[in-house]
């Protein structure tokens, strides 16, 4: 029996050394070992220090959910995007990836995950081929900067890709394309001094353009057409050769919140213009909703050129030429001074006692210096609001109150969350 015992114990220390040696379980399954931290990340530098000198070697060698990390400096190549693979350099100006090729230097064709950071991507002249290209894509690019393509980043085939606090300039069409039912969202970036449009949306695409600085433009800020929707939110659009923003090809984005200033040039010289000079131009699309936007200094603040239909509430539109053109039903706007903080340096920021301080829809702000704390309030109770009714739809009484009690607490002055929580 002793024996009997001692071989056992033999047999499984010699079976525990195998597991702990080769991953057994892990080769009887087909897959590799789980990747320690450090072998998710790999890095790359220019004087050798890291394990690889070019981005793309690092990024061909990377695992599933890895990051290359490339320290500062110049790095002379093209990259390809892989799924799953986030590239991250030490800040837009310290690492700087650069191309003399007519490629994209960053090209990203069925890439899903994965995120772009901290890195500056340019071409040593100007080439008539985006930055950066995506195409039936989903990936983040954050804090990051584009330069010298025919676009900063160039977005179709149903792609997903969002630009967060990203710089795109000194393109010689357009800061950024979304195309081809594109989506996806651009949000605290700076948009100027590219050749033609801040922004182009084309081809039924449905982002969401946010908080952005968009500026000195030779087109248009932002130019949307061809069945084009999704939300244009709490963007300064100012001093673009063109216009602000113009609308056609039957598109009806949400216009909201933007504060639009001293678009088109000379005012003198364009006026009643069809293409220059307008705050917001409308042209042959369904209907549009303009809600809580300052619109001042052009020749025509907003205009209506060819078939469609605009619903105004709420907008401050002063100081320009023509307030109005080919729209009548304007009951619902203001014309007040939006006093700017310091118009003179472009900040058009408003001032507390500006006629347009919460005086928009839902107590906000009129123009892009909006309270975002509120409206993300005002979100939340209309999703309580939602999941009170279906509650009780249910028959999930308890649920329902606990919701309501939530609306009441966050605001009571909201009649139907009363109701709901008197009902509940």
Excluded at 332 to 352: G, H, Q
Excluded at 369 to 389: C, G, H, P, Q, W
Aim: proline share 2%; hydrophobic share 35%.
């Amino acid at each position: 029996m002793t024996e009997f015992f001692r071989i056992n114990f033999i047999f499984c220390t010699l079976l525990l050394y195998v597991v702990l040696t080769f991953d057994l379980p892990a080769q009887i399954q087909g897959r590799r070992r789980p990747l320690i931290e450090s072998e998710r990340v790999l890095t790359v530098a220019t004087d050798g220090t890291g394990q690889f000198t070019s981005i793309q070697e690092a990024i061909d060698a990377a695992d599933f959910n890895a990051t290359v990390r490339i320290k500062s400096g110049v790095y002379h190549e093209s990259v390809s995007l892989r799924s799953f693979v986030s590239i991250e350099g030490a800040g837009t100006g310290k690492t700087v990836i650069v191309s003399d090729r007519p490629q994209p230097v960053v090209t990203g064709y069925n890439v899903s995950g994965g995120k772009i950071s901290k890195i500056s991507f340019e071409f040593l002249s100007k080439q008539n081929t985006p930055v950066l290209i995506a195409k039936y894509s989903v990936f983040l690019v954050e804090d990051c900067s584009f330069k010298n393509g025919s676009s900063g980043i160039h977005i179709s085939g149903n792609s997903a890709v969002s630009a967060i606090r990203c710089t795109f300039s000194g393109n010689s069409e357009n800061g950024i394309d979304i195309v081809r039912e594109s989506f996806g969202k651009v949000t605290e970036s700076i948009i100027e001094k590219n050749g033609r449009h801040g922004i182009y949306l084309f081809d039924r695409s449905s982002p969401s353009i946010e908080q952005n600085t968009i500026r000195l433009n030779g087109g248009n800020g932002i130019d949307v057409d061809r069945l084009t929707i999704g939300k244009i939110l709490g963007n300064f659009i100012y001093k673009n050769r063109s216009g602000g923003i113009a609308v056609s090809g039957m598109s009806e984005p949400m216009i909201r919140n933007n504060t639009i200033v001293s678009n088109g040039d000379s005012a003198e010289a364009q006026a009643l213009s069809r293409s220059r000079g307008f705050g917001i131009r409308i042209g042959n699309t369904g209907l549009i909703t303009l809600t809580n936007n300052i619109i001042t200094g052009h020749t025509v603040g907003v205009g209506l050129i060819g078939n469609g239909q605009a619903r105004m509430a709420y907008n401050n539109l002063w100081a320009n030429r023509l307030n109005y053109l080919n729209i009548t039903d304007v009951s619902a706007d203001v014309s007040v001074d939006p006093k700017y903080r310091d118009p003179e340096k472009n900040d058009y920021r408003i001032d507390s006692s500006s006629l347009a301080y919460r005086k928009g829809e839902q107590v906000l702000n009129i123009g892009a210096d909006y309270d975002t704390r509120v409206t993300s309030i005002r979100r939340r109770i209309e999703f309580l609001k939602n999941s009170a009714a279906q509650e009780m739809v249910k028959g999930n009484w308890y649920s329902a109150f606990q919701s309501a009690q939530e609306i009441v607490a966050t605001d009571r002055n909201d009649a139907e969350g009363r109701r709901l929580y008197e009902r509940a």
